[in-house]
């Protein structure tokens, strides 16, 4: 199969997107002659013109809103907000009127409106660069909000978000930007609320959201070698959640460990516990475990920031201890 | 404060205008005195803001529009969709939050929408509906048709960052979007001109570049003056346009407020001396545009509508509690 980065994954969904339908445009910081502060939609605005790929100024609350107005009057907007930290600043349009304008008039508004933003810790951007924010818009009832994985995934789960009819958040891991991956060249779209079976295995599930569960499927290859044979799922999209796909994961391998880089207090974790806790109470072998961001900001020096967040060998430790003790 | 009224004939307005605009001040006024007559029986759940005294602003505003034309509401906007011409019956359903109303009791006063006659919604939150007016304004330059959009919000709005970070966008990009601040003086009860140093908001236009224009909202045809060039400006491609209009709020911040804690009563009755219906129906008369027998008619007709309109939200059903999980999604996907 090709091989491209997740950033060229990315790119090709809007583009393809864009082409298809003229109604889509693409609002963000950055995107016109830059491509996007990480360089990962170059050539859109070349392609389709000032309107259709709009720098806007650096006013997060009001270009969200800009982009849920001309989703409400027939235009298919994707707003990138750079850094999900940045998307604070657009709390009251994505929490208040995005989330719920539909809802609040009785099913006349229809948003068809895809946030894409960026999550993720390692670049040594301290605490206003590097936060994984899912679980504040998981909170929120009207959103729909996806992770993917690797580029393959970005691609066919951003096309489907860009084609849905509803507001979606969609996070995007910067440390994958550049990033080589088997991508597909057909077409394809990757639907909602059906998570991925990454790596069958028989003595632990574990859920990784956005890039973790690569990690922990890497963690899952070392663990072969300690005898543990691990089932990796991928939940693809946290709101739709594919609560069965763990479940019954969970009732076969009696362990559940959730790897999630929010974090943790409140967090995308303890949320999917329990959301399968009720189902798989009587089948398990081990508490429940989760592995997340500790409740600190995330520090600058790399001294300091890895030891804080999830990671492959963090994952691999942990389960060898709900696994072996 | 003296009312400088110009001749209606200045105005050259088809009569049929002129005694509509009439028609649809009263509509409001008598639907908003109906509000707090329900309220007072206890028929109302939560409160409502009420429109008493800003009549003429929105439907000097809205007799410019047509109905492929847009406008984003506000918190205290059942005058703008009345001026809009939505259905009376279902507002009032929808203030009862009966399964009726146009939300489906989902959405209540605050937040009536009619997508059908272009109101995108009505807010409640302080300002945000001027950054979806705008994205209105952009969806229309785009799709190149020539609709306008009006984002309706008041003075306390004026000083949330969306007013500055939209009106800089629309500004930029010549968007078709005409911003109508309606300046009662009272952000609930705080006194605009004791939070904010320019006399005028519309001088806030000066830094973005855009006409700024001071009208007496309380003078209906004054309104639509202004408004008529606006938006004929929108329509040409020539960008916005922030419309002050200068009124007040007759009653408290809500039904149940009685608003004199922080306001002087000669204010208010000053204000009231200058009621936006009763100096208008006085020129008509002096004018001699109508006879009085005729704004009788008009009156009692509409009386009656509005009795029609809350026997109709009485008798509605409220809706089933399962109703509560619907229209959070619409069920379709968007793949065409």
Redesign the interface.
Known sequence: MRKITYGQAICEAIDEEMAR?K?I?FLGEDIEVLGGNFRATPGLYEKYGG??VRN??I?E?????????????????IVEIMFCDFMTLAG??IV??IAK??????????V?LTIRTTLGAGRSTAAQHSQSLQAIVCHI??L?VVMPSSAAEAKGLLK?AI????PVIFFEHKMEYNKIYEVPEEEY?IPFGVANILKEGKDITIVGTSNQALKALQAAEELTKEGIDAEIIDPRTLVPLDKNTIIKSVKRTGRLLIVDEGYERCGVAAEIAMSVLKDVFYYLNAPIERLTTANVPIPFSPALEFPIIPDEKKIYQRVKKMVIG | MENKFKPIKNYSLSKEKILKMYQDMLKIRYFENKITDLYSKGLMPGLAHLYIGEEAIAVGVCNNLTERD?A?STHRGHGHLIAQGCDLKRMMAEVLGKED???????GTM?I???SKGI??A???VG?G??????????????GTD?V?VAFFGDAASNQ??FH??I??AA?WKLPVVYVCENNLYGISVDIRKVTNTKNIATRALAYDIPGIVVDGNDVLEVYRATKEAVKRARKGEGPTLIECKTYRWKGHHVGDPGRVYRLEKETKEWMARCPIKTYKERLLTENVTTDKELVIIEEDIKQIVEEAANFAIKSPYPKEEEAF?????E?????
């Open positions: 339908d109604n445009i309107w259709r806007t100024p006013s609350n009001s270009f969200t809103g800009l982009g849920l107005g001309a989703a409400l009057t027939g235009l298919r907007p009251d349009q208040n009127q304008i539909r809802y609040m008039s009785g099913g006349q508004a229809r068809p009832p009207g729909k489907t084609r849905d009819d509803n779209v | 847009f984003v109303g146009y939300c489906k009791g989902k959405g937040h929408a009619d997508f995108l919604g807010n409640g939150i945000a001027i950054p979806i007016a705008t994205g209105s304004g952009y969806s229309a330059k785009v799709r609709q959009t960052g969306t970070e939209s800089n966008m930029a619907e229209d959070l999604f619409t379709q996907e968007g793949v065409k």
